[in-house]
Antibody, heavy 120, light 111 residues
């Protein structure tokens, strides 16, 4: 059973960088059978997939076109976790952020969620 | 790109069956067998109920089933129970740069 534990600040100032971490237990971030995702949810935008990272002999990342210029998803093999960085945030980025895992575009395991507010 | 289209709400009495639809296009729902369904209770993370159109993860009740016809996928919940009351979302892979589309969500009320 995979468990995902999120951490990171709940308040970010406009134009700054949103940073969240997702610690993995029950699997390895480097597993050749796993894919690691970030998804957010807000009343205005609904559920929105942001990006993913996975290892298949080398690391791959893919991002949604809506955030591609501002997002980085990085694995951290030393801590068995992965992270989300979203630059130049605006109030439109206020949302509940989830990490998740799953292959073939399904999201089987979810973190507990982190509500991030973008406000000065 | 627009979200997948779901009805805003459905309702049913205990023991009845309800079906929630999820309509997309040939570039997403109709083109790939990657439709998933999620149940979300208030204040909780979504829970995977159906994946790859009609497969149930271990631990999900047999009362939940999925299907697809053309560009529309469906989630059917049979033998409705009070604990099924929740929001339900569909998702699928899309060949657009978005990679994933979600539906707008359907609120299920058990009367």
């Amino acid at each position: 059973q995979v468990q995902l534990q999120q951490s990171g600040p709940g308040l970010v100032k406009p134009s700054q960088t949103l940073s969240l971490t997702c610690a993995i237990s029950g699997d390895s971030v480097s597993s050749n059978n796993a894919v690691w995702h970030w998804i957010r949810q807000s009343p205005s935008r609904g559920l929105e997939w942001l990006g993913r990272t996975y290892y298949r002999s080398k690391w791959y990342t893919e991002y949604a076109v809506s955030v591609k210029s501002r997002i980085t998803v990085n694995p951290d093999t030393s801590k068995n976790q992965f992270s989300l960085q979203l630059n130049s945030v605006t109030p439109e980025d206020t949302a509940m952020y989830y990490c998740a895992s799953g292959t073939n575009w399904k999201f089987h395991y979810w973190g507990q969620g982190t509500h991030v507010t973008v406000s000065s | 790109q627009s979200a997948l289209t779901q009805p805003a709400s459905v309702s049913g009495s205990p023991g009845q069956s309800v079906t929630i639809s999820c309509t997309g296009t040939s570039s997403d729902v109709g083109g790939y067998n990657y439709v998933s369904w999620y149940q979300q209770h208030p204040g909780k993370a979504p829970k995977l109920m159906i994946y790859e159109v009609s497969n149930r993860p271990s631990g999900v009740s047999y009362r939940f089933s999925g299907s697809k016809s053309g560009n529309t996928a469906s989630l059917t919940i049979s033998g409705l129970q009070a604990e099924d009351e929740a929001d339900y979302y569909c998702s699928t892979y899309t060949s657009s740069g978005t990679f994933v589309l979600f539906g707008g969500g359907t609120k299920l009320t058990v009367l």
